[in-house]
């Protein structure tokens, strides 16, 4: 199930000479916190990659580990209330199942956001495609590679 994610998520980074920073772990990866201990870093260093729905289709909201969508904020930006997709429509609709969603190798025409809140710190551990691995990036190659749009919609 995870294969075919994990090649498309490879194929970007190397796309962008980056292959070499992603990280395949013994333990799981599916959370903040399994995350932040299976590398072994604090909670906040962790991308989480919040998966929605809106009227103008998919989007990802890329995070700081610790952060909180603002639903206020959201609204505001997006003009909508916060819609989390559930279940399946994560796979179906993002292009990755829960535990592994990342901002990269997505389904085509899912927008991609980035929270102030990664601008915390200056690298950060997104998921790399399923339950078990993970990408070191600088935020700056972070916004290079994904093309994320900034936004602030995070407590």
């Known amino acids: 199930m995870y294969a075919e994610n994990i090649d498309r998520v490879k194929k970007q980074l190397r796309a962008h000479n980056l292959e070499n920073r992603y990280i395949e772990l013994p333990a799981s990866t599916a959370t903040v916190a399994l995350a932040a201990q299976a590398i072994g870093c604090e909670e906040g260093l962790i991308a989480k990659t919040l998966s929605f729905n809106t009227k103008n289709g998919p989007i990802v909201i890329v995070a700081m580990g610790t952060a909180r969508i603002d639903n ?22 993002i292009g990755h ?55 602030d919609v995070c407590k």
């Not at 206020?72 to 609709?93: C, D, I, P, R, T």
């Not at 025409?109 to 078990?132: C, F, H, M, Q, R």
């Open 72 to 93: 206020k904020k959201f609204k505001e930006y997006f003009k909508e209330k916060a819609s989390f997709l559930k279940g399946e429509e994560v796979q179906n609709l």
């Open 97 to 151: 199942p829960i535990g592994g969603v990342c901002p990269f190798g997505l389904k085509e025409g899912v927008k991609i956001y980035l929270d102030e809140s990664l601008k915390k710190y200056d690298y950060t551990y997104p998921a790399a495609g399923a339950a078990n691995n993970a990408v070191k990036l600088t935020i700056e190659e972070l916004q290079d590679i994904t093309h994320g749009v900034w936004i």
